[in-house]
């Protein structure tokens, strides 16, 4: 794959400390394809599609995969953690700051407003995370047997609260075994 | 402290594994570490500590204020490491074989067997997070409001984790 300007270890590490920073609104897997698709054009949209399905087969969060292959595929191994270290430098330090404020205003009489504003933005959050799921659900789980295996698993761990290695272990190959069996219909 | 910061890294490490589909399916089982065997925080504190992670990119740092109650500033870096890490070592490991294996029927396999995974845990999170903390009525509606607003508009997430807080805490919690 020849890139149109290859990526040098200080951009690249630039770049993706730029996205850290303007994705704390949110959107982090739109702004990592602004900055390296549109603006530097170090790997074109089908590069970036396949790298971002793939970000998402293995496990770890979506966006910080990403970043890895995107990196690897730039730069090697070195360019992997440098674009690695470059996402998560300015987040790591804000979550490390307002963990700190946390914690510390835990100990000061008359901030129980914050543990109740903050037990709203969670019950909010929990939402967010159920919605993600129902959406990512819309588009790639359509059938009835995937839409099984996702309900069995919302069963399993939200209601029976299985451990999550022992619903792997059983549903993992479940599901690789009905896709062979649909395919081979 | 070094003792608790092998306990972190061990911890977090075994889930950086188990994340299909995102950091949000091991939410459940980091719960169950976190709260029930290593007492680290009480259910309260990681509701609290998943509302706050979820405001910084890319949304999946709780474990980095777990780490931090745990055993301070080094705890946070270690369960940062040790759930960021193995995951990340792993995405480039498979990627090497999976760009040789081109358009390879096996691909295409796991690629549609691991959709539903993906979806099934994300939701499942959620679901098993709201039960295990004291979700009262008025959390149990703000869940479900956010749930419908966020799948069905495109309202922006940190707007409406700012309203819940508004909403609750007029509420009177």
């Keep these: 794959m020849t890139n149109r300007s290859p990526a040098s270890l200080g951009a690249l590490f630039l770049s993706f400390l730029i996205i850290g920073c303007t994705s704390i609104g949110g959107g982090l897997t739109a702004w990592i394809r602004r900055e390296l698709v549109e603006r530097r054009r170090w790997i074109d949209d089908q590069q970036f599609l396949a790298n971002y399905g793939l970000s998402q087969i293995v496990p770890g969060a979506t966006n910080v995969n990403l970043a890895v ?58 939402g967010f995370n159920v919605a993600t799921g129902i959406r990512l659900g819309r588009t790639n789980v359509r059938r009835t047997g995937p839409i099984l295996i996702a309900a069995a698993i919302i069963i399993g761990i939200g209601v029976l609260r299985i451990p999550l290695l022992e619903v792997l272990l059983v549903i993992l190959p479940t599901s690789l075994g009905l896709t062979l069996f649909e395919r081979s219909r | 402290m070094s003792g608790t910061l092998l306990q972190i890294a061990a911890v977090f490490t075994v889930l950086s594994f188990l994340a299909f589909g995102g950091g949000a399916a091991v939410l459940p089982d980091m719960q169950h570490q976190a709260v029930d065997v290593h007492h680290w925080v009480t259910p309260r504190e990681f509701l609290d500590m998943f509302a706050l992670s979820r405001t910084v990119p890319p949304g999946s740092l709780i474990v980095v204020l777990v780490g931090q109650k745990a055993a301070g500033v080094a705890g946070g870096l270690a369960a940062f490491l040790a759930m960021f890490g193995p995951s990340s070592v792993l995405a480039f490991a498979v990627a090497k074989v999976w760009h040789r294996a081109g ?28 039960r295990s903390t004291e979700h009262d009525w008025i959390a149990y509606a703000v869940t479900a409001g956010t749930t419908v607003l966020l799948t069905f508009t495109r309202l922006h997430p940190l707007a409406v984790m700012g309203a819940g807080a508004v909403l609750v805490t007029l509420a009177g919690g």
């Design chain 1, 69 to 126: 292959l995107i990196g690897a595929q730039l730069r090697g191994g070195i360019g992997a953690c440098v674009a690695f270290t470059g996402l998560m430098l300015v987040p790591l330090s804000i979550l490390l700051l307002l963990g700190g404020f946390y914690f510390a205003a835990h100990s000061v009489p008359g901030t129980n407003w914050i543990n109740t504003a903050l037990a709203g933005a969670g019950a909010a959050a929990i």
């Design chain 2, 103 to 130: 358009r390879a029927v096996w691909r295409e396999v796991v690629e549609q067997a691991l959709a539903p995974v993906s979806v099934g845990l994300t939701i499942a999170s959620g679901i098993a997070l709201a």
